[in-house]
């Protein structure tokens, strides 16, 4: 059974700084494709940032490049994503989620949350002065 569990959310004013932290059992994140989402309020879930497959290299969407980045560790099977400069508009539920292979090697299919096979609960980023 796989199980992802996030943490790391808060208040934070702009301009902060909040490392969110995606724990997994089941699956080891470091084989898989690993992304954050985030769902904002009467909003569709967006994708935030992924890793698409061991080795590859990370994807952004355009509104966090230059502020978050995603990483793994793989000693504690956990995704992070670190965001810097933080705005009110990244205020929003954070997700995690990984998907199965087989990959595509190309195409967008890793910003869409459909593609996903397994899923947090969510942790909540406010973004607020």
């Known amino acids: 059974q796989v199980q992802l569990v996030e943490s790391g959310g808060g208040l934070v004013q702009p301009g902060g700084s909040l490392r969110l932290s995606c724990a997994g059992s089941g ?3 470091g ?8 769902q904002a309020p009467g ?13 590859a290299a990370a994807d952004y969407a355009d509104s966090v490049k230059g502020r978050f980045t995603i990483s793994r560790d793989g000693a504690k099977n956990t995704v ?7 705005k009110p508009e990244d205020t929003a ?9 087989p990959y595509l090697y190309g195409g967008q299919w890793h910003a ?3 593609e996903y096979d397994y899923w947090g609960q969510g ?5 607020s002065s």
């Open 93 to 101: 539920l954070y997700y995690c989620a990984t998907k199965d292979p």
């Open 123 to 127: 942790t909540q980023v406010t973004v």
């Open 27 to 29: 699956r080891t994140l």
């Open 80 to 86: 992070y994503l670190q965001m810097n400069s933080l």
């Open 43 to 55: 909003k569709e879930r967006e994708f935030v940032a992924g890793i698409r497959y061991r080795g």
């Open 112 to 114: 869409v949350a459909d």
């Open 31 to 38: 084989s898989v494709a690993t992304a954050w989402f985030r």
